[in-house]
């Protein structure tokens, strides 16, 4: 063997290993460089569409809310609450504000914009391997306006007709039930709870000497007196409710045809003693219907009227113990219900029902005698606060939403004749605003019905400066026709809402509108 030949090929080889082992050191360099880059790439740009997200959050909420003084740190615990692993975040929210100028119709304007620079530690750092810097900074920015309340002088009277139906209790965008963070009833709660805190008078005092109440609010300087505003709350489901301090009761306040099929019974829809009949199945008013005996007591008026009941229903004797919805358009007098729409019918008319021992009816939701009831005209704030204990349930019938929401309009007028009360009145904005989150249900045609018999239309004139608006909560309510012919401009009184702060800055949009229309023709008829 030779030696010093096998210790020179020895000696190349480890040579070429050594250069192999720098070329492949040389190779991972970019190699590596290429997946840190990949990997913190990848997390810093979820991160900044993160953050962007979490700006245009900041930037809703600090708006809606409009305390330049807590801005910043209001919208610091925004992105925080979003952004993850930062080790610092830096937060500016500015103001800018367009005043009013009726002169060249220029809308008075609140906006903010937010600015966010957080910090983050880069997870591969290296001064070797081209990388992410050790600390990374990323930026968002997000721009939110709103059109604020304008009431001027003036005070107001504000009726919120408001849905209750069972898909009220859905997560915005699906029909799955609610969450803790997606719940449009909720929404819909907290938005008239806001609504209340900026219209409604939380801190009252009375002058010793003279007796007087006077609002003490931080924001009574900005409004006029905020005791002579109102708010009234109308739920409603397939009815509204009502009490006669005993018990509730699904009211109608509709009236109805007493014309139709007449051969089939002597007894007329009105004459049909509804909330009797709640607890017997369809197959039982069908056999009462046939022969007398099977009535609960047996009586002639009893077997008319449940004959009247398998009229209106069409029940026969194949009848499997089906449930409906009491109210069906062919019954229904569209003119007679219009020309009536301010007197309730409630307790006279025998078209309610009450809620205990459910059988022939569907569609009114829950029979606790809790889910909802009407909270009247009311300058108290405390009085709003029963609606947080209130549930959503049952089918949609905006229309007897809107009569009764009418009908608690029309009993704000004093019930005097001292001419500065009525002037008062007069002078004060009033406005209806009904929030829905579906089509009818049943889609009947009674809502088009009466709006084409003149329902809005005579609201408006037996209220002056009645402002009317509709609010679908994630839900097309431009799109149907009811709605559409019952406000003035349904391009501008119609609003389609999404999601949780969409709803509140529409809702505020919509009474900034109505306040300003009202002043307006106030101005044009002085």
Not at 248 to 268: G, H, I, N
Not at 301 to 318: M, N
Not at 433 to 439: A, P, R, Y
Request: one cysteine or more; hydrophobic letters at 35%.
């Amino acid at each position: 063997m030779n030696y010093p030949a096998f210790q020179k090929r020895q000696s190349s080889v480890r040579s070429q290993q050594g250069i192999a082992a720098v070329w492949m050191a040389l190779t991972m360099i970019p190699v590596l460089g290429m997946t840190f880059w990949a990997v913190e790439g990848t997390r810093y740009i979820q991160d900044t569409n993160r953050l962007r997200d979490a700006a245009q959050a900041a930037a809703s909420a600090v708006t809606i809310e409009d305390q330049s003084l807590t801005a910043n740190e209001f919208a610091t615990r925004y992105i925080r609450d979003y952004i993850h692993g930062e080790t610092g975040a830096v937060v500016v929210a500015t103001r800018f504000y367009q005043a009013y100028d009726p002169t060249i119709e220029q809308e008075e304007i609140i906006q903010y914009t937010v600015t966010a620079t957080t910090n983050h530690n880069s997870w591969f750092a290296n001064n070797l391997i081209p990388a992410f810097d050790t600390t990374q900074d990323l930026k968002g920015e997000a721009v939110a306006k709103k059109l604020p309340f304008y009431l001027g002088d003036k005070n107001i009277d504000l009726v919120l007709v408001s849905d209750f139906s069972g898909s009220m209790s859905w997560q915005w965008g699906s029909s799955n039930a609610c969450s803790d963070s997606s719940c449009k009833i909720e929404d819909l709660k907290q938005a008239v709870s806001d609504l209340s805190d900026k219209l409604l008078c939380s801190n009252v005092e009375t002058d010793a000497g003279t007796g007087e109440e006077t609002c003490v609010d931080e924001d009574q300087a900005a409004l006029a007196n905020k005791l002579g505003n109102r708010i009234a709350v109308v739920p409603f489901n397939i009815r509204t409710r009502e009490t006669d301090g005993s018990n509730v009761f699904t009211v109608s306040q509709l009236r109805y045809r007493t014309d139709v099929d007449e051969d089939d019974s002597p007894r007329t829809y009105e004459e049909v003693a509804w909330n009797k009949w709640r607890q017997y199945t369809s197959g039982e008013i069908y056999d009462c219907s046939q022969d007398r005996d099977d009535c609960p007591n047996g009586r002639n008026g009893e077997q008319f009227q449940a004959q009247r009941l398998v009229s209106i229903f069409d029940i026969d004797s194949d009848d499997d113990d089906n449930s409906y919805h009491a109210d069906v358009f062919n019954y229904v007098d569209f003119d007679l219900t219009v020309d009536e729409m301010f007197t309730s019918t409630f307790p006279d008319a025998k078209t309610k029902y009450r809620l205990n021992n459910m059988e022939f009816y569907r569609g009114y939701g829950s029979t606790s005698d809790d889910q909802f009831f009407t909270v009247g005209l009311t300058s108290d704030r405390s009085a709003i606060n029963v609606i947080d204990d209130m549930w959503a349930s049952g089918s949609t019938a905006s229309f007897q939403g809107m009569l009764r929401g009418f009908q608690h309009m029309a009993l704000g007028r004093p019930d005097t004749d001292d001419e500065d009360e009525l002037a008062e009145y007069s002078d004060k904005i009033k406005m209806v605003i009904v929030l829905s989150d579906g089509v009818e249900s049943p889609n009947n045609g009674i809502l088009k019905g009466l709006v084409d018999a003149g329902l809005c239309d005579k609201a408006r004139e037996q209220i002056p400066g009645l402002y009317i608006a509709v609010i679908g909560i994630d839900f097309a309510a431009s799109e149907q026709s009811g709605f559409q012919d019952c406000v003035l401009n349904a391009d501008e009184d119609i609003v389609d809402v999404t999601d949780t702060d969409e709803f509140i800055e529409k809702l505020e949009e919509l009474i900034r509108k109505g306040s300003r229309v009202r002043v307006k023709h106030a101005f044009m008829a002085n």
